[in-house]
């Protein structure tokens, strides 16, 4: 159990094909290490769906053949990931999108970074237990 | 004017093919005619009527099987229907032969549908998650944690995982069924649908009961002995002092009865 021995924090990391076939992968993943976390059932099915709308944009944004890196910060009742992929030319973040809505309303922190050569969204999610 | 001469051809077609039918059959049940005789017989009944496996396996077209696996699988009932057709009964045989075929393919559908089910483990384990997150709900005033549900249910978190992600497998299936309005926090659990379950039960009980109330004493022993006291065949065949291969016979063809009983209803 990663919460039995959970110090300051732990990091999960995952590499996958910048591909719309992989994204149940990490949905899966998240809610497993949610569920290590102590979330619960609803905070779960809330980052399940956050997660997608994260991958879902960073994957409009990834070059051809690029990667989808995928970074957890696990800590006692707290989840952060980070999604990033490389993307030569990155359109400016769409802050009205319907995407950003869902992203911004599930989680407690949401953070788009456009550089040139990369892409990258930041989510974070307490869990609820946590937050009472 | 043409409409006519082509009507009558066309009845004239159909009953050059009941007279053969009806000779055929006679040659089929003539207990003094040789294995090979009432073979030939057989295998001629059988592709006398491919036609009406063709036309009812058509019925089922463009629902994702190939046509031709229809066709084999409706075949395989015409087979069935041919050997129990009984000629006194004075039906013609299309009539007691389609919903043979028809249920034939209708149980391909059903069992290739079982093959792409969760595990049945899983299917009980959802049902009892779906309820222990309910009165924990409740209890609690909050959603409960996969940890939770684990202590309430008695097994790992693990299997909980596991558990809720066949779910979400659950509900892309039934994507297929037109079923794709759920995305509420709890829609997934609520689509498992233990009251479905549970009357489907109910149904599939209550008519299989005059069925098996028709059965031979013996038939209805081995069926109780094996499936709600969960005897093994070996068990039942010492208690009833026949072999296990015959006790396997049996069930099999008291199973099958029921089944094509259930169907034709």
Same mark, same amino acid.
């Given at each position: 159990?990663?919460?039995?021995?959970?110090?300051?924090?732990?990091?999960?990391?995952?590499?996958?094909?910048?591909?719309?076939?992989?994204?149940?992968?990490?949905?899966?993943?998240?809610?497993?290490?949610?569920?290590?976390?102590?979330?619960?059932?609803?905070?779960?099915?809330?980052?399940?769906?956050?997660?997608?709308?994260?991958?879902?944009?960073?994957?409009?944004?990834?070059?051809?053949?690029?990667?989808?890196?995928?970074?957890?910060?696990?800590?006692?009742?707290?989840?952060?990931?980070?999604?990033?992929?490389?993307?030569?030319?990155?359109?400016?973040?769409?802050?009205?999108?319907?995407?950003?809505?869902?992203?911004?309303?599930?989680?407690?922190?949401?953070?788009?970074?456009?550089?040139?050569?990369?892409?990258?969204?930041?989510?974070?999610?307490?869990?609820?237990?946590?937050?009472? | %004017?043409?409409?006519? @001469?082509?009507?009558?051809?066309?009845?004239?077609?159909?009953?050059?093919?009941?007279? #053969?039918?009806?000779?055929?059959?006679?040659?089929?049940?003539?207990?003094?005619?040789?294995?090979?005789?009432?073979?030939?017989?057989? !295998?001629?009944?059988?592709?006398?009527?491919?036609?009406?496996?063709?036309?009812?396996?058509?019925?089922?077209?463009?629902?994702?099987?190939?046509?031709?696996?229809?066709?084999?699988?409706?075949?395989?009932?015409? $087979?069935?229907?041919?050997?129990?057709?009984?000629? +006194?009964?004075?039906? #013609?045989?299309?009539?007691?032969?389609?919903?043979?075929?028809?249920?034939?393919?209708?149980?391909?559908?059903?069992?290739?549908?079982?093959?792409?089910?969760?595990?049945?483990?899983?299917?009980?384990?959802? %049902?009892?998650?779906?309820?222990?997150?309910?009165?924990?709900?409740?209890?609690?005033?909050?959603? @409960?944690?996969?940890?939770?549900?684990?202590?309430?249910?008695?097994?790992?978190?693990? #299997?909980?995982? +596991?558990?809720?992600?066949?779910?979400?497998?659950?509900?892309?299936?039934?994507?297929?069924?037109?079923? !794709?309005?759920?995305?509420?926090?709890?829609? %997934?659990?609520?689509? $498992?649908?233990? !009251?479905?379950?549970?009357?489907?039960?109910?149904?599939?009980? #209550?008519?299989?009961?005059?069925?098996?109330?028709?059965?031979?004493?013996?038939?209805?022993?081995?069926?109780? *002995?094996?499936?709600?006291?969960?005897?093994?065949?070996?068990?039942?065949? +010492?208690?009833?002092?026949?072999?296990? %291969?015959?006790?396997?016979? *049996?069930?099999?063809?008291?199973?099958?009865?029921?089944?094509?009983?259930?169907?034709?209803?």
């Amino acid at each position: 159990m990663i919460t039995s021995g959970v110090g300051a924090r732990s990091d999960v990391e995952l590499r996958l094909p910048a591909d719309g076939a992989y994204a149940a992968v990490l949905r899966t993943l998240t809610a497993g290490l949610a569920a290590r976390l102590d979330f619960t059932i609803d905070d779960i099915e809330d980052l399940r769906i956050a997660v997608s709308e994260a991958a879902a944009m960073v994957l409009d944004e990834a070059d051809p053949g690029a990667d989808l890196v995928c970074r957890f910060r696990l800590m006692p009742g707290e989840l952060g990931l980070e999604c990033t992929t490389t993307s030569a030319a990155p359109s400016t973040p769409d802050y009205d999108s319907f995407g950003w809505q869902v992203l911004t309303t599930l989680t407690t922190e949401a953070v788009v970074e456009a550089t040139p050569g990369s892409y990258t969204v930041r989510i974070a999610m307490r869990s609820s237990l946590d937050l009472q | %004017m043409t409409a006519e @001469p082509r009507a009558s051809a066309r009845s004239a077609a159909l009953e050059a093919t009941r007279r #053969e039918n009806a000779r055929l059959f006679v040659i089929f049940r003539d207990p003094d005619a040789s294995a090979a005789e009432r073979d030939t017989a057989r !295998d001629a009944l059988v592709r006398l009527h491919l036609a009406l496996v063709d036309h009812c396996a058509r019925r089922f077209r463009n629902r994702g099987e190939p046509f031709e696996d229809l066709v084999q699988v409706g075949t395989i009932g015409l $087979i069935k229907a041919v050997d129990r057709f009984d000629t +006194e009964r004075g039906v #013609e045989f299309s009539t007691y032969a389609t919903p043979t075929i028809i249920g034939e393919i209708k149980r391909y559908f059903r069992d290739k549908g079982w093959a792409i089910r969760v595990p049945r483990r899983l299917q009980e384990l959802r %049902m009892q998650i779906s309820s222990a997150t309910a009165e924990l709900t409740q209890s609690l005033g909050r959603s @409960p944690t996969p940890r939770e549900i684990a202590e309430k249910i008695g097994c790992s978190v693990e #299997e909980i995982i +596991e558990a809720l992600e066949s779910s979400n497998a659950y509900a892309t299936l039934s994507l297929d069924a037109t079923d !794709d309005s759920d995305d509420g926090s709890q829609s %997934m659990l609520d689509a $498992i649908g233990i !009251d479905d379950a549970a009357l489907e039960q109910v149904e599939i009980r #209550e008519s299989v009961k005059p069925l098996l109330e028709g059965l031979p004493a013996r038939e209805k022993k081995i069926l109780l *002995l094996r499936f709600f006291k969960n005897m093994t065949q070996s068990q039942i065949a +010492e208690e009833i002092g026949v072999s296990q %291969m015959h006790v396997s016979r *049996l069930l099999t063809r008291t199973l099958e009865q029921l089944r094509t009983s259930l169907e034709s209803d």
